[in-house]
């Protein structure tokens, strides 16, 4: 794709801008952090307009924007599972069974529950596994605004990886949440406002001046395999895709970054109406990109090779507006990047540090970030596609942490050795498949290979069956609700 020079200067020129007034509202924010509970959790202040805005701009990135749009692009709305499908409707779970329980007990980790629930050892492991789930899905947005430079400014693939990995660590560095939470409202802002211009503009120009004939072009003129959402043609098929949805939907629960967003809000009330309001947004802006990417095939047939909404975007938007839009959608993987650094940046300074003398300040915080960061460039070099790296980051924490914290969320358990060995065999078996390259579980088995059945969910299986066999010998108390305990 040829760029017009006029207009690499004008987008660079405006980025430079963004970028200063980003970093600008950072300065802003560390002016609010007195403490390591202002730098986490933005000292518990979040009003419902910011906290909405933060949980979509966490997840509304690179996945969302760019890696969704084309894996729709070549396989059809079934490859959007893992994202906006499977992120949205985790948002909706949390706003319904989990944000309140999990604000109640005003922790700043989700190590801090399992601590908690599980004793000292559940907080270790549960942050041996929490922590790198992460650097897969940094390096994924790495690799994602990478392309997007290499794209339109011919920066070369490895030098952008650096810079990118410069610019969202730098204000995170800054303000901690509440600069994550502030640059997340201007960011998201940008996003939701690109993408609702660039799907008008697109389906006018394929309607011939009228955007509900170039939707209705779409749907007619596309390939009915490409308009399937769930695919039944085959249980293999079928199972498959429940287990990639599954990833999205219940393997974020137990995530930091979703957490810390849920303990920053002002009341049990704004931390469950944040995680409903962002997953609808969520859910309903996620569709434009998938949209655009089917437009995408009827307007561009033969380059399959270009990253579709950038495209999209060049070919149909006025300079100017195409400028705009392509902030937005730097935007949309910085806001992603800032959160996703902070979070598990936030585990390694409350949960493992103090484990080696470090004491929890705002330093060590800082040195967490910048930790994160330098793992996640690294990993990001190795070059491994952007939606395997998303996929595996999901996945990790879905076998290693959901069972054992819904159980615990809505129980008081007895012992906290049923707890670990849940963590120790979801995620042995996650390691078992992800050294031998198996896809599915345990696809050299017989009958087994003929099933292909999902690891995720045959490993949150495993996690379960072996926690309540051990769990069996003690009594286990359920409560509506976990009230915090002493």
Not at 4 to 23: C, R
Not at 175 to 200: C, E, F, K, N, R
């Amino acid at each position: 794709m040829q760029i017009d020079p006029s207009l690499q200067w004008l987008l660079a020129i405006t980025l430079v801008v963004y970028l200063v007034a980003m970093y600008a509202i950072g300065w802003y924010a560390q002016r609010q952090v007195h403490d390591a509970e202002d730098f986490l959790v933005a000292g518990r202040k979040l009003p419902l307009s910011l906290a909405w805005m933060t949980l979509l701009a966490t997840w509304f990135g690179a996945g969302t924007m760019l890696t969704a749009a084309d894996e729709v692009r070549s396989d059809g709305l079934s490859a959007a599972a893992l994202d906006p499908f499977g992120a949205g409707f985790c948002l909706l779970i949390a706003g319904l069974f989990v944000a309140g329980p999990m604000w109640r007990m005003k922790l700043l980790t989700v190590p801090d529950f399992f601590r908690r629930k599980f004793g000292s050892k559940a907080e270790l492991l549960s942050s041996l596994i929490l922590v790198p789930s992460y650097f897969g899905w940094i390096a994924a947005q790495f690799t994602a605004l990478a392309e997007v430079l290499n794209l339109f400014f011919g920066i070369p693939f490895g030098w952008g990886l650096v810079i990118v990995a410069i610019i969202g660590t730098g204000y995170t560095l800054m303000g901690g949440m509440w600069s994550v939470t502030l640059t997340d409202a201007v960011q998201i802002s940008l996003v939701l406002s690109g993408l609702l211009v660039l799907g008008v503009v697109v389906l006018w120009e394929l309607g011939n001046g009228n955007a509900w004939a170039g939707l209705t072009r779409v749907q007619q003129e596309s390939d009915p395999e490409m308009l399937t959402i769930i695919p039944t043609e085959s249980f293999a098929t079928l199972i498959g895709w429940i287990g990639v949805f599954a990833i999205g939907a219940l393997g974020n629960l137990p995530g930091q970054d979703l957490m810390q967003r849920v303990f920053a809000a002002k009341s049990e009330r704004t931390a469950k109406w944040a995680c409903l309001i962002a997953g609808v947004m969520y859910l309903l802006f996620g569709a434009i990109p998938l949209l655009l990417a089917l437009a995408g095939n009827l307007l561009f047939p033969e380059d399959m090779n270009t990253k579709i909404l950038p495209a999209l975007a060049h070919a149909f938007l006025h300079p100017v507006v195409a400028v705009i839009f392509l902030l937005a959608l730097l935007s949309a993987i910085l806001s992603t990047i800032d959160s996703a650094i902070l979070s598990p940046a936030s585990v390694l300074a409350q949960n493992v540090f103090p484990r080696i003398g470090k004491i929890d300040t705002l330093t060590s915080n800082r040195v967490a970030v910048l930790l994160v960061a330098i793992c996640s460039l690294v990993l990001a070099f190795f070059g491994e596609s952007a939606y395997a790296l998303l996929e595996e980051a999901y996945l990790l924490t879905m076998v290693g942490l959901f069972v054992p914290m819904m159980i615990g969320l809505y129980s008081k358990p007895a012992s906290g050795r049923a707890a670990n060995i849940s963590m120790l065999v979801g995620t042995g078996i996650w390691a078992i498949h992800f050294v031998m390259n198996w896809e599915t579980f345990l696809p050299t088995v017989g009958w087994l290979e003929t099933l292909q059945l999902p690891l995720s969910l045959m490993a949150t299986a495993c996690a379960a069956l072996a926690y309540f066999c051990l769990q069996w010998p003690w009594r286990i108390e359920w409560t509506r609700d976990s009230e915090p305990e002493a």
